[in-house]
């Protein structure tokens, strides 16, 4: 079952239109992500130098992915942050020196007023390469557990791979839904 069919087995509205905001550092895997989920060529990716938009419309169902360039001197996310209905954010599991970082930008954006109660997907990316935190150790390093103001998932994944993509994808359409109401 694709993430087209999920879609429309969940959607309540014929133009219900949905925002995905599609965030991580650079070089998460992010745009890879996003050409996955499009089942979109992925052998050529280069960094994003603003953002990319995604629009998907089946029956009346848009989704609307914004993969926001993750480089430390263009992280102007703040200006795509309104009307998100869940926010997906992308950690490279394999990159120990910077989680850190990526710790404390999550953590931020969390703290946005504009993002408040907007269930977060973290996807544990690039699982393919064997130096890779799981997502449970990752969860644990980034103290996941205090997050208490919103619905929030930690989803194994490879960008190269789409393994464990759908599995997020489902947690996002249900949580979309509740998120809506």
Request: net charge neutral.
């Amino acid at each position: 079952m694709g993430l087209l069919s999920i879609l429309r087995r969940l959607k309540q509205a014929p133009e219900q239109e949905v925002r995905l905001l599609l965030l991580g550092l650079d070089n998460a895997g992010k745009t890879t992500l996003l050409k996955q989920m499009a089942a979109e060529d992925i052998s050529h990716i280069t960094p994003t130098q603003g953002f990319n938009l995604q629009s998907v419309q089946s029956s009346g169902f848009k989704l609307n992915v914004w993969d926001i360039g993750g480089q430390r001197k263009i992280r102007h996310w703040r200006n795509y942050f309104e009307n998100t209905d869940v926010l997906i954010y992308v950690i490279d599991s394999s990159d120990k020196k910077r989680l850190e970082e990526t710790s404390l930008q999550l953590f931020e954006l969390l703290d946005e007023d504009m993002l408040a109660a907007v269930p977060l997907l973290i996807f544990a990316n690039k699982q393919d390469l064997m130096t890779a935190f799981s997502a449970s150790d990752l969860a644990e390093c980034l103290r996941l557990h205090t997050i208490r103001d919103r619905m929030w998932q930690v989803q194994a994944c490879s960008a190269l791979t789409a393994e464990g993509l759908q599995d997020g994808m489902t947690w996002v359409c249900k949580n979309i839904t509740t998120h809506k109401k």
